[in-house]
């Protein structure tokens, strides 16, 4: 099955910064990469995702690039607020099937 | 619309016990996936089901184990708990499957602790 692997595990960086995460995937059969947030006690919620027919896809602030040759795809988030800090998910799962593999999760701090 | 919604939100076992954990997915969304959250392993793949069907399997034991029902919501049950089984318990339903289901929608959990 799919093994997604996502780094760092821990991020902190100074409000106005940027951040990026980085997930690799193993199964070439994946073409739906989405991103979920899940702050403190909530649950996960999704921010965004791409499609393995689109090599970016950004959403004011946050965006997200996909290398399928290297099987890997990124999250950036400009000028970070404190409001970014959360734990962040990679996912990857082929399109036509619900079995979604998470990344081990990435706890971004956003210093004031 | 309702959200998904889980039962129960907290509970306490003793090892060597069983649970049910109960999920009622999203009006009109017919896939339930469970996944296990414990602190540094992320979310673990448990299992989805769409119409009544078990689609897909994480690598977790037998003890794990799950049914759908006629109205799509979903149950978990764990047999012979262990310690290691204490964790957050996440439901999340999605609107179909086979024609790119996209989004999870998660519920709130079950927080199991096993003593």
């Known amino acids: 099955g799919e093994n997604v692997e996502q780094h760092p595990s821990t991020l902190s960086v100074q409000e106005g910064d940027s951040a990026v995460i980085k997930c690799t995937y193993s199964?070439?059969?994946?073409?739906?990469f989405p991103w979920y947030k899940q702050e403190l006690g909530k649950r996960p919620q999704l921010i965004i995702d791409?499609?393995?027919?689109?090599g970016e896809k950004k959403d004011q602030r946050i965006a997200v690039t996909l290398n399928k040759t290297a099987k890997h795809f990124s999250l950036h988030i400009t000028e970070t607020q404190p409001e970014d800090s959360a734990v962040y998910f990679c996912?990857?799962?082929?399109?036509?099937?619900?079995?979604?593999?998470f990344g081990a999760g990435t706890r971004l701090t956003v210093k004031p | 619309k309702a959200g998904v919604t889980q039962t129960p939100r907290y509970l306490i076992k003793t090892r060597g016990q069983q649970v049910t954990l109960s999920c009622s997915p999203i009006?009109?969304?017919?896939?339930v996936s469970w996944y296990q959250q414990t602190p540094g392993q992320g979310l673990q793949f448990l299992f989805e089901?769409?119409?009544?069907?078990q689609r897909n399997k994480g690598n977790f034991p037998g003890r794990f184990s799950g049914r759908q029902f006629s109205n799509s919501r979903s149950e978990m049950n764990v047999s012979t708990l262990e310690l290691g089984d204490s964790a957050l318990y996440l439901c999340?339903?999605?609107?179909?499957w086979g024609v790119g289901a996209g989004e999870l929608f998660f519920g709130e959990g079950s927080r199991l602790t096993v003593l």
């Open positions: 199964d070439s059969a994946s073409n739906y």
């Open positions: 009006s009109g969304h017919r896939s």
């Open positions: 996912a990857a799962t082929a399109y036509n099937n619900n079995d979604m593999r």
């Open positions: 089901y769409f119409s009544e069907t």
């Open positions: 999340a339903s999605s609107l179909a």
């Open positions: 791409i499609r393995s027919n689109v």
